[in-house]
């Protein structure tokens, strides 16, 4: 059974940091792209960032500069760094995996910005 479980997120002030964690289970992990995706109310989920086995990232252009995505395939975990956040980055944010026709979701964690 496959499961992704985030962890991390709460409540932060204008300006703070939070870093979210997702471990897998049930997958190979290190042959999955792995992505961080949010949805705001009344909004649909968008991508926030992604990185592929090779490393390599791709960010939504509101988070570039302010968040790194990064794994740790010995350990079966993604993370999501989020620094100077502000009240846009208000969302359920969601762990994702994806290898080929297969993607899986967790079941996401709440991040809340306000003073």
């Known amino acids: 059974q496959v499961q992704l479980v985030e962890s991390g997120g709460g409540l932060v002030q204008p300006g703070g940091s939070l870093r979210l964690s997702c471990a897998a289970s049930g997958i190979i992990f290190s042959v999955h792209t792995m992505g961080w995706y949010r949805q705001a109310p009344g909004k649909q989920r968008e991508l926030v960032a992604l990185?592929?086995?090779?490393?390599?990232?791709t960010y939504a252009e509101p988070v570039k500069g302010r968040f790194t995505i990064s794994r740790d395939n010995a350990k079966k975990t993604a993370y999501l760094q989020m620094n100077s956040l502000n009240a846009e980055d208000t969302a359920v944010y969601y762990c994702?995996?994806?290898?080929?026709?297969?993607?899986?979701w967790g079941q996401g964690t709440q991040v809340t910005v306000s003073s």
């Open positions: 994702n995996a994806v290898l080929n026709q297969n993607e899986y």
């Open positions: 990185i592929r086995i090779s490393g390599s990232t």
